[in-house]
Structures are given as C-alpha cells and as structure tokens.
C-alpha cells in the first residue's frame, strides 16, 4: 500500500486495550456511525489480539454483537516499525494511548509522518512533546502529517482555559499573570492508573536530556507581555476563590508558552490546508482577542495539610525518580510511594464516577496599557475564570481526545496542512470549546473585579 493510496479508516485507537484507551474507544462509539458525524469507520490497534477483543466487548455492551463485527482489530507493536507504517497507511487519523510516551512514542510519531497520517496522543510528558517537535516537525509539514501531542487532560484545559481568560481582558486593558489553580474533588480517594504513575517517574528521569534539548534548539519568539514578570511563588494563597496552591510541575505552562510563542509569529494563529474565507476570518477574529500572559499552575486545596500532601508526593517522586533504584522501588510498590494516589489495578468505577475537577484561572493585569507601561506599575485588575469537568484521567481525557479528533476529521481543511503543534495553536480558534461544554465541562466568568492598591 502506498502513501497516496485511500484510507480505509477515518479513525485508529493504538493502544486501546489500556485503561485510558479503552476509554477512548468507548466514548468514541458514541460519535460512531450517527449522520451527523464525520465518524464513519474505526479500527483498533495493539499487540495482544485478544485483549483487544475483550476491550470491543466491554466498550460495545449492551450494543449486538454486530456493532462489534464492524471495528476490526490490527495487531501493530510499538517496537515493530513495519507493523506501525503497515498501520498508518491505513488511516487518515491515529489516536495513541500507549504510554509512557518516551519509550513508545517516538516510532509510533514517526510511521505517522511518514506515511501523512495525523497524529493526536494523551502524553503529558515535557521530554517527548519537545522531542517530537524538534525531530518531526518539518517532515510532518513535508508529508502533510499534523502531530499534536497532549490532548488530554494535558493539557487542553489549561491551553484553553487560558485562552478564555485571556479573551476577557477587553479594549485597553491587558493582562499580566494567570495563575491556573487546579483542584480534585471526590466523595472517595482520587485514585490514577499505573500507566499515568510510570509516565510521570520517567519523566522526572528525563529532565536532564529535557534541559538539553532547550539549550540546543533555535531561540524562540517571546510573546510581548506588557507589566514586569511576576514573582514565582511556590506556595500561594489565593482569598478569592479560598485555595491554597503549590507549583505543579506539568506540561501545561510549557504548552500555553509554546502557543504563544508561535502566536507571536503568526498574530492570525496558522492558515489552514484549505481554508474558506470564513474560516480565516474567524480564525483572525479569534486570535486578535487573545492578549499573551505569564501563566502557571499550581495544584490546590482548600486544606494546607493537602498542599503538604502533595509536596511530600512531589519530593517522594523527585528524590526516587532521580536514580534508577528509586525509580524501581517507585515502580514496584505504585501504591505505598504515591500515598495510595496511583494503583496497578488502577481506580474502580466508583472512583472513577465520584471524581471531578475544577481549574480556576486568576489573571491579574491592567485596566489601561498606558499603566502598564509604567515602571513598577501594579497589576490595577482582577478577571477570575473556571474550566470545571468529570473526572481527569478516564473521563476528561477520553472526552478530550474524542473531540480534539472529531474536529480534526470534521474540519482539516482549515488545519494547518501538517507539522508539530500545541492544541492551543491548532483547535483554539476551532469549536472545540463549545465541543467540550456540549460534552460535560464548562467555561465561566467568575468575577471581573479593581484591585485596590
Ligand atoms: N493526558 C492525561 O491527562 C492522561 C490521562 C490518562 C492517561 N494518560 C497517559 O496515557 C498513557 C497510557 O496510560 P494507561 O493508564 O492507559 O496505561 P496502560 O493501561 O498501561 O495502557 C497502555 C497501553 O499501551 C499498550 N502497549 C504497551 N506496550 C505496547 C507495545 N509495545 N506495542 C503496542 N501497544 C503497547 C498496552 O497494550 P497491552 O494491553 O497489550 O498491555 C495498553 O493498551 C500514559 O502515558 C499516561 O500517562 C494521560
């Protein structure tokens, strides 16, 4: 078969026999063969047969065994390069759930840019995102493959929880700083699958070859950013919304950077493969309404023994995740390292339904531009937003996933031809916010408000 021949499949799930991919290939049905959606032939992928049999079946019941017979299962193995191109050519999107991303990633990014297949994947791994970028980008600009990473819970509330906030900050006034303060909520523990725990220690062993990466590549644009830098605080009290945060150390300020870098070079966000001309006029009218900000994250909590909670957790995976007999022993017993935060069974169902997130953006800013340009101006203006959703990892996430990918089958024309990008660049000025609100999370106005001096 070759790259130009017809795609039998719109849609691949790698990996679907994971906890997360299943998932995924659960609230993927739903779009599955329904006339108003661009969904009309899925297959799923992996290299145990049989598992992946068994995940059809749960993720089809209580439909008839035809809806079953309708999705073939192909056997493709991440360490099998001729398995994943034979894969590839066979459809026009791949969605990846096989993680830890930096050991199978890279081969699966790869067969994808080689045969111009598009690529979407959940990692929320630093180390793998930039890598990917730096080594597929303009081949995937070649080939016409668009790679976007991290289309999860990592990191499209954040990406477009920032932009939303961003947007609120009208006519002269600008924003300096937005904090994204992210808190878990459940009636039961808040529990993660294995796989998350293993992708998270391995990127703590990745931080070197991280550094490097950064060192070595070509400067980048920095967004303008009007107002000093703000002062990194590592824990934070925020009276507003009564939560206490402490800095997370996750991909979604890197990404929200990396949308505004690429912003700052293409002001009208990326032109599409194909645009109309009422795409590039909303694409425009979108992109001019975001003004660019310092942004981070901190993982909060009303109580400060849970903040000192989560940085014991912090320094726990840090300290052991840095030599490999940590990592071992970190990887051996999941379950007593993570304070019961991640298990090898991963959560139940229960667990699962109880669990829900809320993400609060606090930007802080300027009523007029003159003031910020002012020296030591003060921030004169608060503008506080909400992303809230289910559960992060097997709820939001599938979601996420499914909707990032219906957007692109939906809409490629007016997606860059291909290349390595953020969510943030490729579906901000897309319907994928109003996607995911029509879906289960919601994007608000909390309060707009003068800072006193
Ligand atoms: N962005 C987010 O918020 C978010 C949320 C959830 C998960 N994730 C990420 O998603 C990834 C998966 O997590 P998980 O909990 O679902 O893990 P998991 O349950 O261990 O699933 C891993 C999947 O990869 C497959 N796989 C492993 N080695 C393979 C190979 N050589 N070739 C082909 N397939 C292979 C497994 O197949 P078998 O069934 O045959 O073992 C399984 O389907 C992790 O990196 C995690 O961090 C991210």
């Given at each position: 078969m070759s790259v130009s021949a017809p795609r039998i499949y719109d849609i691949v799930i790698l990996g679907a026999s994971g906890f997360t991919g299943k998932h995924v290939l659960k609230q993927l049905l739903k779009f599955f063969n329904n006339p108003s959606s661009p969904l009309n032939s899925i297959a799923i992928a992996g290299r145990n047969p049989s598992k992946l049999t068994q995940t059809l079946h749960w993720a089809t019941r209580p439909d008839p065994p035809s809806t079953t017979a309708s999705i073939p299962i192909i056997a493709?193995?991440?360490?099998?390069?001729?398995?994943?191109?034979?894969?590839?050519?066979?459809?026009?999107?791949?969605?990846?759930?096989?993680?830890?991303?930096?050991?199978?990633?890279?081969?699966?990014?790869?067969?994808?840019?080689?045969?111009?297949?598009?690529?979407?994947?959940?990692?929320?791994?630093?180390?793998?995102?930039?890598?990917?970028?730096?080594?597929?980008?303009?081949?995937?600009?070649?080939?016409?493959?668009?790679?976007?990473?991290?289309?999860?819970?990592?990191?499209?509330?954040?990406?477009l929880g920032f932009l939303f906030n961003s947007r609120q900050w009208v006519g002269n006034e600008v924003p300096n700083r937005v904090e994204g303060f992210l808190s878990v909520e459940s009636e039961k523990r808040v529990v993660g699958n294995f796989g998350t725990f293993e992708s998270a220690v391995i990127a703590v062993s990745d931080v070197k070859k991280l550094?490097?990466?950064?060192?070595?590549?070509?400067?980048?644009?920095?967004?303008?950013?009007?107002?000093?830098?703000?002062?990194?605080e590592i824990i934070e009290h925020q009276k507003k919304i009564g939560l206490w945060g402490v800095t997370l150390p996750s991909a979604d300020a890197t990404l929200v950077g990396r949308t505004l870098s690429i912003l700052s070079e293409n002001p009208h966000g990326l032109p599409g493969l194909n645009d109309s001309a009422d795409a590039v006029e909303k694409r425009k009218a979108f992109w001019s309404s975001?003004?660019?900000?310092?942004?981070?994250?901190?993982?909060?909590?009303?109580?400060?023994?849970?903040?000192?909670?989560?940085?014991?957790?912090?320094?726990?995976?840090g300290l052991l995740g840095s030599t490999s007999f940590g990592r071992k022993l970190l990887l051996k017993y999941p379950s007593i390292f993570s304070l019961g935060g991640f298990r090898?069974?991963?959560?139940?169902?229960?667990?699962?339904?109880?669990?829900?997130?809320?993400?609060?953006?606090?930007?802080?800013?300027?009523?007029?531009?003159?003031?910020?340009?002012?020296?030591?101006?003060?921030?004169?203006?608060?503008?506080?937003?909400?992303v809230m959703g289910p559960e992060m990892g097997?709820?939001?996430?599938?979601?996420?996933?499914?909707?990032?990918?219906?957007?692109?089958?939906?809409?490629?024309?007016?997606?860059?031809?291909?290349?390595?990008?953020?969510?943030?660049?490729?579906?901000?000025?897309?319907?994928?916010?109003h996607r995911l609100q029509q879906n289960g999370m919601?994007?608000?106005?909390?309060s707009k408000s003068s800072l006193s001096s």
């Open positions: 493709a193995d991440t360490a099998d390069p001729h398995s994943l191109r034979s894969l590839c050519l066979q459809t026009r999107l791949l969605l990846n759930c096989v993680g830890p991303f930096r050991r199978h990633g890279e081969p699966v990014v790869s067969a994808c840019v080689e045969t111009g297949c598009d690529y979407l994947d959940i990692t929320g791994e630093p180390e793998f995102m930039e890598r990917v970028e730096e080594r597929y980008h303009e081949k995937g600009v070649k080939m016409g493959s668009l790679v976007v990473c991290a289309c999860g819970f990592d990191s499209v509330p954040a990406e550094r490097e990466i950064r060192r070595t590549r070509p400067v980048r644009s920095r967004p303008v950013i009007p107002g000093p830098p703000p002062k990194g975001v003004k660019p900000a310092h942004f981070g994250v901190k993982i909060s909590s009303k109580s400060l023994i849970t903040i000192f909670g989560y940085i014991t957790l912090g320094l726990i995976i090898k069974t991963g959560p139940s169902e229960e667990e699962v339904k109880s669990a829900s997130f809320k993400m609060w953006f606090v930007g802080h800013g300027y009523s007029n531009e003159s003031l910020a340009a002012e020296v030591n101006a003060k921030p004169d203006t608060e503008i506080v937003t909400r097997y709820v939001t996430t599938p979601i996420i996933m499914v909707q990032c990918a219906l957007v692109l089958l939906s809409q490629r024309e007016n997606l860059p031809k291909g290349g390595v990008y953020t969510p943030g660049i490729v579906f901000g000025a897309t319907d994928l916010q919601s994007f608000d106005v909390i």
